[in-house]
Structures are given as C-alpha cells and as structure tokens.
C-alpha cells in the first residue's frame, strides 16, 4: 500500500449532531467503533477464539488494516488525538504490543503514538507512563524495519519535547538493550530511513546527555536483550560505538545527505570528550578506518573543484563535523601511518579550497546586502548562515595550520608537483590563517623557501608582517 486511505468524515446525513470529533469532522461514532474493533482483535471472547484470527496472526484482515490507517492518518489532528487519549487509546495500544503478532498491526499501533505525542500535553502522558515506556524502547528490539522506523520517530519526538526528554534519558539509560538494539540496527540495516532516523535518535540523545553518551562509549559486553523477537538473536555481540557508527555512515552516504550530516555530527559529539576521541583512535585499526572514510569524503565527495562556490553553504554543517574529527584525529595521533603528510597533501588542497569558497560566498553575500534591503527575517537567515560559516573557517584554519607545521621540504615539493600548492592556494591559506596563526605560516614559509625560493620570495611581498620576522 503506497498510501494510507483518506479518513472518514462525519458529514453523511445519518450521523448524529454533535458527533464531530472536536472542530473537525471525523465522527466520534466511528472512531470508537475502531478502538472497540481493536480491542476484539487482540482480545477475542474465549469462547470464539477463532472470531478474529487476523489480530492474533501475522497478517491483519484488509478491512481492519484499512480503518485503522485511516485513524493513523486522522492522529495527526490534535481533537482526534485528545479524543484518542480521552479513550485510552495508549493502553490499548499496550495490548496490542503484548498479544499481536502481526508487525503492521504494531507499525501502525506505534505511529499513531507517535502522532498523538507531536502534542504537549499528550507527550507529557505517554512519557510519564512507566509501563508504556519500557514495552516502547522493546519495541527497538523488532525485527521488523517498519516497526523500527516508527518507534524511532516516536523516541525522536518524545526527546525533542523538553518537558519529557529527561525521563526518555533515564529511561534509556538505565535500559541496556537500548545500547545493543541501536548498535545491532546501525551495523546491520541496509534501509536507509531507517538508519537516519536511528542516527537522529543516537545524536540527540548524545547532545542531551554527556553521562549517556560517556556510558555507551565504555559499553561493549554481551548483555541479553531481554524478550526476543522473530529473527532477533536473544543475545547480540560485543558491540562497539564507533565501527557501528561509521557502518551506518557508509550506507546512508550515497544515498541521504543528511544522514551522512546526522552521522558525521554523532561522531563530533564523540570527541567533546575525552573518551570519545580515545574510541576512535585506540580502535583495533588505530583510528584508520574512520579517517580513511573521513578523508574520502573531504577529498573526493564534499566540495569538489567542479562544484560552485555556493555548495559550501549547503555543505557547511557537514563538513565542519568532518573537519572537527580529522582535526581531533590529527591532534592525537600525530605518529599514525595515516596521518603522515606524504599521504594527506590532497587534503591540505581540499581545506584550502574549502577556504576559498567561502570566500566567495562572503562576496556573494556583500554583493546581495548592497544590492536591496533585506527584511528582518531574511537578515536573521544570512546572520545564521554567516555564523555556520564562521564555524566551518575556524575548524578549517585549526586543522590547515597543525597540518603545515608538519610539512617537510619533500611533502611540499609534493604539493607543488600535485598542484594542491601554489602561490594563489598560499596566498588564500595566508590570508586565513594570519594573524592568529602566525607561527604555523612562518614554520611552513621557511620549508616553502627551500622547495621554491621564489613563491616565498612572492607571498612575502603580499603579506608583509611574515618579511619583517625573517
């Protein structure tokens, strides 16, 4: 089914006044009707126990499946979801999840859920029942990916609403399986909406919760994922953050932009902490498998000499986490095979091209102010954007100036040879970098004279200060 039915109205001349669900005109009648269907479906009288075979199988009866779709799509409404909650809707729901085995059954049980807590007052309830929590977050212990999806947009709303998120942390944190349940999805999902919006979860949950974060970090022993499911091991490997968050970040690269924005910002917030960046570096590869994937992205993915200049602008988040890491990496790992800079010349290339794009956009920018008169909003949107950008250049300038201190005469014959180093590429890195990185320039001008006398000769004459310390 490529879409759920149109619901029902209350319109036809037979329906009763005041049956109208609220300002709206879906019918009370009906809407009852359905929960009361439910709640035959999963508990049939004992002496029918045959009466409604599709609740208690794995397939749902299509008449069933059909209203019930129509009452998801009608949850989104804020009177049907009142009226739902009114009804107790969430314990039926309970019921479901304990005796149904049927997944769309529960898909469905779970989305309308996630419709009702869009709403405050309604989030706050669902959050606050214990019971319903727990049977929840074991629902991230499904096997079934559509199920999956929707208790994580559930858990991604629910932890949005501030009011709720804290218990949704507790919660979490105080439930193991949470931890092996998202790492078993990351590592081995191949539906990309579904490691999206997994990544949302993981990346919220992290940016709520340093304790959370730092406790999943130290994780990685075999724990029992309590009930389990069809196709779901009762037990799940050693588990580790960061191989299944890079996992994830291969599959969702290609194909979700934003995904790959979700992952990449999970793996910054990693190294916030210091035991983040030793999970990345002290892995079993020394940290090469994330700078390997890291770098491809940087050199050959993001930023491109054929893109326009403006792509740093839609890139800017993206590639400030990328950055933000390789620089963390870099820091800390100075005698790793993988960052020596006879390997990561092209890298020294792409963050100075990254550094001129943006400076096209600061004169794109210019040229649009001068132009016409923004409206507030619109100035607020350039201000927010400029701000990224500031970000995305700082992080650039931290990682180019640690790289150039490590040039040698070799590496930057190198780079003059590839082309990723020259007097207009020089002249951009300078230009960012000075003043605050003078020591980084000066080291690298003094390697330059050896390797070409004459381009240092020519950047000396354009930045002046650097002839003065010579």
């Not at 990496?329 to 943006?358: D, H």
């Not at 970098?433 to 020591?439: E, K, M």
Request: hydrophobic content about 35%; charged content about 25%; some cysteine.
């Amino acid at each position: 089914m490529d879409r759920n039915p149109s619901p029902p109205s209350s319109g036809a001349e037979e329906e009763e006044e005041g049956d109208a669900v609220g300002s709206t005109v879906y019918s009370k009648h009906w809407l009852f009707s359905i929960l009361t269907r439910l709640i035959e479906v999963v508990s049939p009288a004992e002496a029918e126990p045959a009466a409604s075979p599709g609740g208690l199988g794995t397939e749902l009866d299509e008449e069933m499946e059909n209203d019930i779709c129509k009452v998801w799509d009608m949850s989104m409404d804020e009177d049907v979801a009142l009226f739902l909650q009114e009804f107790n809707a969430p314990d039926i729901f309970m019921g479901v999840f304990a005796k149904s085995k049927c997944p769309r059954l529960t898909e469905i049980c779970v989305g309308i859920l996630g419709n009702m807590a869009c709403f405050q007052d309604i989030c706050m309830s669902i959050s606050k029942d214990e019971n319903l929590g727990q049977v929840l977050l074991q629902r991230l212990c499904d096997s079934d990916s559509p199920t999956l999806l929707e208790t994580s947009r559930l858990l991604l709303t629910c932890l949005s609403q501030p009011e709720v998120a804290n218990v949704w942390v507790e919660r979490i944190r105080e439930n193991p399986s949470v931890y092996d349940c998202v790492c078993f999805i990351m590592s081995s999902s191949t539906n990309v909406e579904l490691l999206v919006k997994v990544g949302e979860v993981v990346d919220k949950l992290f940016d709520l919760d340093e304790e959370l974060m730092l406790n999943w970090i130290k994780n990685g022993t075999c724990r029992s994922v309590g009930p389990s499911v069809d196709d779901s091991p009762e037990e799940l490997p050693d588990f580790k953050i960061v191989p299944c968050i890079l996992e994830a970040a291969k599959q969702v690269r290609s194909d979700n932009p934003e995904g790959l924005d979700v992952y990449m910002h999970i793996l910054q917030l990693l190294t916030t902490v210091d035991e983040g960046i030793q999970a990345i570096v002290q892995a079993p590869d020394g940290g090469k498998e994330t700078w390997s994937l890291l770098y491809d992205l940087v050199c050959h993915e993001l930023c491109q000499p054929d893109d326009p200049p403006i792509i740093v602008q839609e890139q800017k988040t993206v590639l400030a986490s990328i950055l933000s890491v390789l620089s963390a990496m870099f820091a800390s790992q100075t005698e790793q095979e993988y960052t020596k800079m006879r390997k990561n010349m092209p890298l020294i290339g792409s963050l100075i091209r990254i550094l001129q794009y943006m400076e096209g956009c600061g004169k794109r920018s210019d040229d649009n102010s001068k132009e016409s008169e923004q409206q507030e909003t619109e100035r607020a949107d350039v201000n927010e954007e400029d701000f990224h950008l500031k970000i995305l250049k700082d992080i650039c300038c931290e990682l180019l100036s640690n790289m150039l201190q490590e040039l040698t005469k070799e590496n930057t014959l190198e780079g003059l040879h590839q082309g990723h180093l020259n007097e207009q590429t020089c002249s951009c890195a300078f230009q960012n970098l000075l003043p605050l990185y003078f020591a980084s320039v000066e080291s690298f001008l003094e390697v330059l004279r050896e390797a070409d006398q004459t381009l240092a000769d020519n950047l000396e004459k354009c930045f002046p200060s650097l002839k003065v310390h010579a």
